[in-house]
């Protein structure tokens, strides 16, 4: 069983979308992340949830909307897509929000036309 | 604000070579050192860690790091690198007090020439 996944794998949309990208644990985390990797690898951390709490939001833009149903999912929501949020999304859970080795997912590699 | 660096942007070697990767960080206070990899298409995966104790950590695959506090650095390194090495390998730092929040390096590319 996958540890941390995501779907979609692929998003192809256009400027001025809506889209969603899902994750799901199984590892029973109670901290799960939201990570942007740009087109030059960097890897920045967006969001962070602790029991479906959110307790870390980088500067990231108001149309980057995250949302915990339960502790074992983290959804993203991107409102009003821009050419510049093309990039790969990570998600990665931890057992808590203290300091410990993140788990994860495979990706989501969105590209905005 | 925390950082890192990775200086070396891209490494060429050919097997069997001994690689070492270098890795400063920049943070006031106690921290948490990681080393991921990230295969071809992969998501990334924990390589070493190093929390407190023995500074020499080793890793899987036979890697392994050496935190130097003095220096700022957690150099990863390698003995006899294979083809399957091949990967983007990241840094990372968290403080030990305080949110998990993971501050990664630019990356370094190796590709191993067999």
């Known amino acids: 069983d996958t540890a941390v996944s995501q779907t979609p794998k692929y998003l192809v949309t256009q400027m001025g979308n809506d889209k969603s990208i899902k994750c799901e644990q199984n590892?029973?985390?109670?901290?799960m992340y939201w990570y942007k990797q740009d087109s030059k690898k960097f890897l920045k951390i967006m969001f962070s949830?602790?029991?479906?709490?959110?307790?870390i939001n980088e500067t990231v833009p108001n149309r980057f909307s995250p949302k915990s149903p339960d502790k074992a999912h983290l959804n993203l929501h991107i409102n009003s897509l821009e050419l510049g949020d093309s990039a790969v999304y990570f998600c990665?859970?931890?057992?808590?929000?203290?300091?410990?080795?993140?788990?994860f997912g495979p990706g989501t590699r969105l590209t905005v036309t | 604000a925390q950082s890192v660096s990775q200086h070396n942007h891209h490494v060429i070697l050919s097997e069997a070579a001994s690689l070492e990767l270098g890795c400063n960080y920049s943070?006031?206070?106690?921290?948490?050192l990681f080393w991921y990899v990230q295969y071809p298409g992969q998501h990334l995966q924990l390589l070493l860690k190093y929390f407190s104790g023995d500074p020499l950590v080793k890793g899987i695959k036979g890697f392994e790091a050496e935190f130097i506090k003095s220096k700022f650095s957690f150099n990863l390194r390698k003995p006899s690198v294979q083809w399957s090495d091949t990967a983007e390998y990241f840094c990372?730092?968290?403080?030990?007090?305080?949110?998990?929040?993971?501050?990664f390096g630019t990356g370094t590319r190796l590709t191993v020439i067999p």
């Open positions: 990665a859970s931890s057992p808590s929000f203290l300091p410990y080795e993140q788990y």
């Open positions: 590892l029973g985390h109670d901290t």
């Open positions: 990372a730092v968290t403080s030990q007090t305080g949110a998990n929040n993971l501050f």
């Open positions: 949830y602790n029991n479906k709490e959110l307790i």
């Open positions: 943070y006031g206070g106690t921290v948490n």
